[in-house]
């Protein structure tokens, strides 16, 4: 992958940038506001037609519902010998997802953006039914990022009568997610299945993660390893609003609990200012964190400290770590994780 990895991690001062208002979560600069490429038009307000055209880009994006529309439209374009970056989402979209766009937008000639509601992914479905929907404004945005297709297809299409088919992770890696609880019962499963149906489908060059979604590209790129697939797969840094909460499609359901999710970035910059300061017990970091989030009286599903390859547990702050959390606010799901080394380049499977 060329390039230096762009974004939260890589930066001068972005550790800080975790819980300080006054630090960019993009260039460590004293300044709260949302910093955008100059080549990258404002977001849209919710509602909005998807009328803006990327400066690049002097065409609509079109929006395709059917596999064989897909798969149509792109090999004009593959059989011409053009490079596919792919951003799998469920939309909602925010600044992580724009980001990921803009970083497909700049390194390929297609750009296609999965815009699917994987109901095999909630185990709940009244969780389901309440996620947030807005396919118009998500087309307005995902087109002012330059977006060429936006693939949305209906449940039918992904899941046809007679579908029998399941893929997922087994093993050391599936049974950490679980015992963690960085993945549910099920979940894992749903995901690891839409995301290969997706990359069939799509045969991107190159497919786009955002690191705050650890379970999802850590259990992807075992199945790219096991199963030979041959898309690229770039992690990405998480994108933040000011005061250090990773961008969520949730956080729209946070509403007067918003403040109180501070507490989770919060509880990370307190677990790495532990591991930064030289002690190496993992425990006095884990206890840290969750001092922090007894403050603000929010549900913890679990604070993990895990090695970052592997995702055992560590006994050693010295080791390259995950520091992982999940805590509900309000009701609202909310994880997030943070790196105790950051690397300096895109996690490329």
């Known amino acids: 992958m060329a390039g230096q990895r762009p974004g939260y991690w890589s930066e001068p001062g972005a550790a800080r940038a975790l819980t ?30 998807a009328t803006l055209v990327h400066p690049h880009r002097r065409r609509r994006v079109k929006i395709l519902r059917t596999i064989t529309e897909l798969r149509a439209e792109l090999k004009q374009h593959t059989d011409a010998g053009s490079t596919v970056g792919f951003v799998p989402t469920m939309g909602a979209f925010h600044e992580g997802h724009t980001s990921l766009m803009r970083a497909a937008r700049q390194q390929h000639d297609i750009v296609v953006v999965s815009l699917f509601v994987n109901p095999s992914q909630f185990p709940d479905r009244a969780v389901f039914d309440r996620y947030p929907r807005d396919e118009r404004r998500d087309a307005a945005m995902a087109e ?13 299409e992904i899941y046809p009568k007679g579908f029998a088919t399941v893929v997922s992770v087994e093993g050391e890696l599936a049974d950490t997610l679980l015992k963690t609880k960085l993945s549910m019962d099920g979940q894992l499963t749903g995901m690891c299945t839409i995301i290969v149906k997706l990359l069939n489908i799509v045969q991107p060059t190159t497919v786009f993660f955002g690191e705050k979604d650890l379970p999802h590209w850590i259990a992807v790129e075992r199945m790219a390893a096991d199963l030979n697939l041959p898309a690229e797969i770039v992690v990405l840094p998480t994108v933040r609003e000011c005061d250090g909460l990773a961008m969520s499609s949730r956080n729209v359901h946070l509403g007067e609990h918003r403040e109180r999710a501070g507490c989770v970035p919060s509880a990370l910059r307190a677990a790495l200012d532990t591991a930064s300061s030289g002690m190496r017990d993992p425990q006095l970091a884990r206890d840290r964190a969750l001092a922090e989030l007894a403050v603000a009286h929010v549900e913890v599903d679990y604070v993990e400290i895990l090695n970052a390859r592997t995702l055992r547990v560590i006994t050693d702050l010295s080791e390259p770590a995950v520091i992982a959390i999940g805590a509900r606010v309000g009701g609202v799901p909310l994880l997030d994780i943070a790196r105790t080394h950051p690397p300096a380049t895109p996690t490329v499977a």
């Open 20 to 49: 300080d208002p006054t630090i960019s979560r993009r260039s460590g600069t004293t300044s709260c506001r949302r910093k955008r490429s100059p080549l990258s038009p404002p977001s849209p307000p919710p509602g909005a037609l």
């Open 144 to 156: 002012a990022e330059g977006v060429d297709m936006l693939f949305a297809p209906l449940v039918e």
